[in-house]
């Protein structure tokens, strides 16, 4: 039996002792995607892990999703295989700065990507994710939103809501900030027949030289159902292997050099093994800051 076969048995098996699932982001390395028990985007996988059955979450992601999982789900055991899998974007706003923004308009409400920490969680009305950012600002009942901390998601926003002033924090993803639309027209000009998708963390200019700007997951609906062959998918390069297992017949490109989350592909098979067996490393944060970090969450997800 090959070493890896033999591996994901072992997973299996151990699994099955410790009543665990395995959730993965989309970004994740492929051996990985292909051990999970449910394979998603951000807001897939938080509503996922809110109504599990299962006593143990090892969650194959970045520290802020194992946290949102862990605060809709305190009751379970919630496991991040790698410790050093954060999210520099995460860290990028501190509690002192989102009170000074608020501080400096008292009238607006807050809502903070999931793709933040526990404490600004907690100092926010509500959250979204990419795929419900612009559904959560177009319902709340504030004409002013503090939107932090993706200035580029903010401002996709603010230019699909214009009745609201979104008021915008400087934060940005290294992996999509950086794709230039350079890129995407020598991309363009290379396969002229092939739709170019992004993924609203890009920069303002390479969103308006997209065809669409999606999700992770709003990507994998629109390159199942469009009637096209090619894409240029401008997003981490985990997502371009799940399109191409799911969608054997179509072609994927990267957007130039391929983009890696190094944060993202830390994670390895053996990790997971050594989590589910070693049960490390419990997500544990402070009960009063989560259970307020709880709320903004929840807020999110009842807005479908
Ligand atoms: P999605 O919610 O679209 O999967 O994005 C998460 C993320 O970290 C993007 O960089
Ligand atoms: Fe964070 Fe960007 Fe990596 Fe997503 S791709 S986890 S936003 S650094």
Redesign the pocket.
Known sequence: MSEKLELHQNIFKLKKEKNAIILS?N?QIEEVQLAADFLGDSLELSRKAAGLSQAMIVFA??K??AETAKILAPEKKVLLPRLDA?????DMITVDELREMKSRHPGAMVVTYV?SSVEIKAESDVCCTSANAVHVVENLPAKEIIFIP?QNLGSYVQKLVPAKKVILFEGF?????RIKKEEIGAMRARYPRARVIV?P?VRPEVREVADEVLSTSGMLNYVKNSPAHEFIVA??QGLLQRMKRENPSKEFFPAGAP?I????KRTTLMDIYDSLQEEKYVIEMDPAISKRAGQALREMLKYG
């Not at 993803?173 to 900030?177: I, R, S």
Request: glycine share 8%; with cysteine; charged share 15%.
């Open positions: 982001h970004y992601g970045v802020f999703m954060g999210c520099p974007m995460a793709n993706d993803c290294y992996v999509h900030h993924h963390e997003t981490e983009k989350c190094s944060n993202m």
